[in-house]
């Protein structure tokens, strides 16, 4: 699990929005007389998907209600209830609290070791690992996924008074994860984004003597308020942490990070240089 997302083993837990919808659902299927294999049947879903909503454990997809207002009387009550819906789909429990404040953070900070953060991927390197994940994720999965991720890319262009700042390790696009042609559109998304005047981008040369993102990756937000939060993800869970003394730690290997990354200048003459090489 990266960047929040929910592998192919769990689902995101349910919210109240998502309950109320499904049992709306279901309430209006059993008034219609359908099994939830019929109704899956007109509307396009297996009756497995079907109980999944019903029982507010998946979110629907945008175009749900709409198709399912005919075949369940056109009351309109599906689609009012929709608008309600509170989860993000392909988002984990634990990475909605972070999700929340990154949408108002005034600041935010990302290094990361494992693959490209979220916010820089594109929908062909997104997709690349989406579809080498294992479990394997079918392909409703995966477009959830995908869309979750592209909402949180708005992030960049939509909030221009955000700073945004991150630190990659130059392996990261060496991989070349997805083969030549992903890595150079992955380049060269990376070198316009690097390109708004709110964005800082910086690579910490695989040749490093001394680092201390040793402990692997990070991410740190300022609030409105000025408070700062921090949250570490691992293979399948992500931790949330609002200690002050634990946050100004991870702020001061940050900051030692930035120092002995590659400057701006020299960040971007790499990428430069590495997009020639493919």
């Not at 929910?6 to 059993?30: I, K």
């Not at 570490?232 to 702020?251: N, P, R, T, W, Y």
């Amino acid at each position: 699990m990266v960047d929040g997302v929910v592998g192919a083993g769990g689902e995101p837990e349910a919210s109240d929005s998502l309950r109320t919808f499904g049992a709306v659902v279901q309430a209006l299927r059993e008034h219609a007389g359908l099994s939830r294999e019929e109704f899956g049947d007109l509307v396009g879903l297996s009756k497995h998907t079907v109980a999944s909503v019903e029982l507010g454990r998946r979110m629907p997809d945008p175009t749900f209600a709409d198709r399912s207002e005919p075949v369940l009387g056109n009351t309109g009550a599906l689609v009012r209830a929709a608008q309600h819906l509170a989860r993000q789909p392909g988002l984990a429990a634990w990475f909605r609290r972070w999700a929340q404040l990154e949408a108002t953070a005034i600041t935010l900070y990302t290094y990361e070791c494992r693959l490209i953060p979220g916010l820089l991927q594109t929908e062909a390197y997104a997709r690349t690992l989406f579809t080498n994940q294992l479990p394997p994720m079918d392909d409703e999965q995966i477009e959830a996924q995908w869309a979750a991720r592209a909402e949180r890319q708005r992030l960049l262009r939509e909030r221009p008074n955000t700073a945004f700042a991150f630190i990659l390790e130059e392996h990261l696009l060496r991989r070349r994860t997805g083969g030549l042609e992903v890595t150079r559109k992955l380049i060269d998304h990376v070198m316009a984004i690097a390109a708004l005047r709110n964005v800082e981008i910086q690579v910490m040369p695989t040749e490093q003597e001394t680092h201390a993102g040793l402990d692997g990756p990070m991410r740190l937000l300022e609030t409105p308020e000025n408070k700062w939060f921090a949250y570490c993800e691992g293979q399948e869970s992500g931790q949330f942490i609002a200690d002050s003394k634990v946050v100004s730690m991870l702020q001061m290997r940050y900051a030692r990070m930035r120092s002995q990354a590659l400057t701006l200048k020299d960040s971007l003459s790499l990428l430069q240089r590495m997009r020639g090489e493919l």
